[in-house]
């Protein structure tokens, strides 16, 4: 489990249940990394989601196939604090425990667009999350941009708390991999040549 030393550092957190990783995932964390200058972007696969129905598939897999997905960039690492907790994941406790570990954290939640709309009315503890991390907000493909007049009228007085980003948009999801894989269609291409190779060996989504 690579989760790298990052004391003092600008580090990058990419939560989600990964089921499973794709390109869209690893593009996305490349590309902030490079706009905010971050020493690391760190996956968090979630245990117990909030805003969604459990994974499919067990944490282990998944958080396997993300250790191989981010083997070639020194740049990534991964966490298992979400899945080693017993209760649901909430980021506020995510943030929290993140910055805990360091002397002087300097954090930044990379979400999309999608996410940040449903903030306001289903995050929980928002001010202590506007606290403890800088929110960088990607677009995502088939949804609204977020605008600055937005966020100055949900998050009044927090809004610079926000850095609008522009990625690639990539048009992958995991929905589409896993009924792709169910229906005996190909992911080459859509996911890394490793992950591919890990779906087929243990027999994931029907393979």
Do not use: C
Not at 63 to 83: H, T
Request: charged share 20%.
């Amino acid at each position: 489990m690579r989760e790298p030393a990052t004391y003092g550092q600008r580090v990058g957190i990419l939560g989600g249940v990964f089921d499973p990783i794709h390109y869209g995932h690893l593009a996305m964390a490349e590309q902030v990394r490079e706009e905010l200058d971050l020493a690391t972007v760190l996956f968090v696969p979630a245990g117990q989601p909030v805003h969604r129905r459990a994974p499919q598939t067990p944490a282990a897999d998944r958080l396997r196939m993300i250790e191989l997905a981010i083997a070639d960039n020194g740049a990534f690492g991964v966490s298992r604090l979400e899945v080693d907790r017993p209760t649901p994941s909430y980021m506020a406790d995510t943030l929290a425990a993140l910055a805990a570990k360091d002397s002087k954290p300097n954090l930044a939640l990379i979400v999309s667009a999608e996410t940040v709309a449903l903030m306001p009315t289903t995050w929980q503890r928002m001010d202590r999350i506007l606290d403890l991390a800088q929110i960088a907000v990607v677009n995502r493909l088939g949804f609204g941009a977020i605008t600055p007049d937005w966020l100055a009228r949900e998050f009044p007085g927090r809004q610079d708390r926000f850095v609008l980003l522009k990625t690639s948009h990539l048009g992958n999801s995991s929905t589409n991999i896993r009924a792709r894989v169910a229906a005996g269609k190909s992911i080459r291409y859509l996911v890394p040549r490793a992950v591919e190779a890990y779906i087929e060996e243990n027999h994931l989504y029907g393979a």
